[in-house]
T-cell receptor, first 113, second 110 residues
Framework: EAQVTQNPRYLITVTGKKLTVTCSQN?????MSWYRQDPGLGLRQIYY???????DKGDVPEGYKVSRKEKRNFPLILESPSPNQTSLYFC????????????FGPGTRLTVT | GQQVMQIPQYQHVQEGEDFTTYCNSS?????IQWYKQRPGGHPVFLIQ?????EVKKQKRLTFQFGEAKKNSSLHITATQTTDVGTYFC??????????FGKGTKLSVKP
């Protein structure tokens, strides 16, 4: 089944404790992206990757890191999480450029206390 | 940067009424996509429009892309409770990215 998977689905952590949210897709898509969703703010792009070893900042990259060492994986790293990073995070992938239809993962609900 | 404005933010309708959400961009978009997010779910792709003035239909849903490729609308005829959710438009930007609107949250009263 073609899908985007994210882990963990739910995470409660404390300020400053490094964490990684994994994202994997099995559709051989070139484009991958991370979004955060907050009430009233819609989907805001954090980082995206057009292909392996190519990553670019989105609209809200501060406090986040990403890497794209393999085509299928695009982990999101929070080196020192803060409470303002409490949010619902979605990973997405698309064939070709990001303007193609995007397939979203199930989401990761992160709470930073 | 490029922005896509979407209105209204919320819409409450009685089952059977029609519903429309609008998206506007200050710059020309390469395409426009529409997504639906059910409560507790993730955004799911509905449709893509590419051509100026394009109109597409999916059962009770009608999607339009403006002549100048700067605006779009989604119209639902005779809403049902299964239409509940948040509808997002997303425009293709100049940097090869999708620019999402903030979404319209639709609630349907049976």
């Amino acid at each position: 089944e073609a899908q985007v998977t994210q882990n963990p689905r739910y995470l409660i952590t404390v300020t400053g404790k490094k964490l990684t949210v994994t994202c994997s897709q099995n559709m051989n898509h070139e484009y991958m992206s991370w979004y955060r969703q907050d009430p009233g703010l819609g989907l805001r792009q954090i980082y995206y990757s057009m292909n392996v070893e190519v990553t670019d900042k989105g609209d809200v990259p501060e406090g986040y890191k990403v890497s794209r060492k393999e085509k299928r994986n695009f982990p999101l790293i929070l080196e020192s999480p803060s409470p303002n990073q409490t949010s619902l995070y979605f990973c997405a992938s698309a064939p070709g450029q990001g303007t193609y239809e995007q397939y979203f993962g199930p989401g990761t609900r992160l709470t930073v206390t | 940067g490029q922005q896509v404005m979407q209105i209204p933010q919320y819409q409450h309708v009685q089952e059977g009424e029609d519903f429309t959400t609008y998206c506007n961009s200050s710059t020309t978009l390469s395409n426009i996509q529409w997504y639906k997010q059910r409560p507790g779910g993730h955004p799911v792709f509905l449709i893509q429009l590419v051509k100026s003035g394009e109109v597409k239909k999916q059962k009770r849903l009608t999607f339009q892309f403006g002549e100048a490729k700067k605006n779009s609308s989604l119209h639902i005829t005779a809403t049902q409770t299964t239409d509940v959710g948040t509808y997002f438009c997303a425009g293709g930007g100049s940097q090869g990215n999708l620019i999402f609107g903030k979404g319209t949250k639709l609630s349907v009263k049976p």
